[in-house]
């Protein structure tokens, strides 16, 4: 595994390079708060069959940084998927893959309504698309769930992102795990990559916008339009979400069918929570492989 900064016109991304250099490419994006290194479970796996992994560090985590002091640490959905697509470029692929959890499953959803010709097919994990709209339906159940989102919007919440990060983080991963025993050495990896000094802004930024709690950043304006216009997605994609996910609901991501006009499935990972591929990665290579595989030659 190679660990390169790649260069955007925005960021110095931290990025894990791995698996056959001729391999077919695979980008692996990591949610909040985790990094690049929640894949390395899944990696080998995709390694044997002839996928190239790219596992980039979002803006915000480990060794990813702004060019510019001045610029906005935005952590709107849109930024992230824009990112993706230049590391993208950086790299000269025109064509690949893309599979997100958490905050990267909005990322890649969101660079597949923004570059569809790009991408051959899109995977999502624990996160069901939905557009991106601020307004869509909340059930009483996912409102309860998201109390982080509501907390970080107060003074109080920024004090504990900023004077706390770490021990909230360990928080957040301790109740989205019901069943599966987090050890010190796993969490003190990703704690790691929490040092950034852009992870606070990042994450109360990308919190309290999504809600309107925070200003968007107009640089991201257009691509904010174009998935408000057109937000239905027209790459083969597939959604894997854990029946015990106390984050999103699984009924988060029910009946979004009319949001993609390419093959799209669903399937319920029974038992497993926010993390799968982490808890279970064999349960997640299980589904993941063959879609990758049947839409490979897209």
Partial sequence: MALIQIETPVLSVGCRISGP??????????????????????????????WRTLAPYLRGFGPTRFHRPDQHR????????????????????????VFGHDWGARAAYTAA?????????????????????PNQPLSLR???????HWLMALDRGERIVRREG?????????????????????????????????????TLHSYRVRWGHAPADPNYDEAERRITASPVIRVPTLVLHGSADPC???????????????????????????????????????????????????
């Fill in 142 to 148: 996912q409102a309860q769930n998201f109390w982080y």
């Fill in 21 to 50: 250099e001729n391999g077919r490419p695979l980008f692996l994006l990591h949610g909040w708060p985790d990094d690049a290194g929640t894949w390395k479970d899944i990696e080998p796996a995709l390694h044997e069959g002839g």
């Fill in 74 to 97: 935005t952590g709107q959905i849109s930024a992230l998927a824009l990112d993706l697509l230049d590391v993208a470029d950086a790299l000269g692929l025109e064509h690949f893959s």
């Fill in 248 to 298: 999103n609901a699984p009924a988060t991501s029910e009946g979004r069918e009319s949001l993609f006009a390419a093959p799209y499935q669903r399937i319920l990972l029974e038992g497993l929570a926010h993390f799968p591929q982490r808890q279970n990665p064999a349960a997640v290579l299980k589904h993941l492989l063959p879609f990758l595989e049947s839409s490979a030659g897209r």
């Fill in 113 to 133: 309504v923004l570059a569809p010709e790009r991408l051959n097919t899109c995977a999502a994990m624990s996160v069901g698309w939905a557009g991106n709209d």
């Fill in 166 to 202: 770490k021990d909230f983080a360990r928080h957040m991963w301790e109740i989205w795990s019901p069943g599966w025993q987090i050890t010190d050495d796993a969490f003190a990896e990703v704690a790691e990559s929490l040092d950034n000094p852009d992870w606070a802004d990042i």
